[in-house]
């Protein structure tokens, strides 16, 4: 069955420390996406990576970095540089432009939280 | 700056009636429009979209009507069930911008009574 998994489900992380939130899709999607969604607001977009190797900032970049090393994967990271890391983030994957209009997936999220 | 905006937080129906939703947005360049599903702790499901090029899109239960001229488009659910319970977003994207990068309303929660 292919999809977005996004793990783990739950995470906290203390403050100083680096967390990473794992994305993996056997869709075959070029594009990989991360999202982010606070309490009573849209998803802000957060990083994204149209191939392997490469990848952009969007809106909210700031205390967050990315890599795109292998098709299937695109791990995020908070770093101590966030300061309100405090959200529920969103993995989603593409065809990418190249395939027409075509709809972003999304993975079940990840919910982090300070401790 | 808001570019995609749903200015109903909350909707609530009864059970077999029409819902609509409605998304207003304010970049002309925007030409693909979709609306997603969302149930807590859950991922966003796509649901219905709708290029820039049609004024409907109709799938089953759902139709999406785009009217480019006041920039506005909305989501028709005919009839409505329990199980449509749930936070809807819109969400646009313009062309050789980003990727295909999408841009989300805030959501509405629509509430179906039986």
């Known amino acids: 069955d292919g999809g977005i998994t996004q793990s783990p489900k739950y995470l906290f992380r203390k403050e100083g420390q680096n967390v990473t939130l794992s994305c993996e899709q056997n869709?075959?999607?070029?594009?990989m996406y991360w999202y982010r969604q606070d309490p009573g607001q849209g998803l802000r977009l957060i990083y994204y990576?149209?191939?392997?190797?490469?990848?952009q900032k969007g809106d909210i970049a700031e205390g967050y970095s990315v890599s795109r090393e292998k098709k299937e994967s695109f791990p995020l990271t908070v770093t101590s540089a966030q300061k309100n890391p405090t959200a529920f983030y969103l993995c989603?994957?593409?065809?990418?432009?190249?395939?027409?209009?075509?709809?972003?997936?999304f993975g079940d999220g990840t919910r982090l939280s300070i401790l | 700056d808001q570019q995609v905006k749903q200015n109903s937080p909350s909707l609530s129906v009864q059970e077999g009636r029409i819902s609509i939703l409605n998304c207003d947005y304010t970049?002309?360049?925007?030409?693909?429009f979709l609306w997603y599903k969302k149930y807590p702790a859950e991922g966003p499901t796509f649901l219905i979209s709708?290029?820039?090029?049609?004024d409907k899109n109709e799938d089953g239960r759902f139709t999406v009507f785009l009217n480019k001229s006041a920039k506005h488009l909305s989501l028709h659910i005919v009839p409505s069930q329990p199980g449509d319970s749930a936070v809807y977003f819109c969400?646009?994207?313009?062309?050789?911008?980003?990727?295909?990068?999408?841009?989300f309303g805030t959501g509405t929660r629509l509430a179906v009574r039986p």
């Open positions: 989603a994957s593409s065809t990418g432009r190249t395939g027409g209009n075509q709809p972003q997936h």
């Open positions: 990576s149209q191939i392997v190797n490469d990848f």
């Open positions: 969400a646009a994207s313009a062309p050789h911008s980003s990727g295909d990068k999408l841009t």
């Open positions: 709708i290029s820039s090029i049609k």
């Open positions: 970049n002309s360049m925007f030409d693909y």
């Open positions: 869709l075959n999607h070029d594009a």
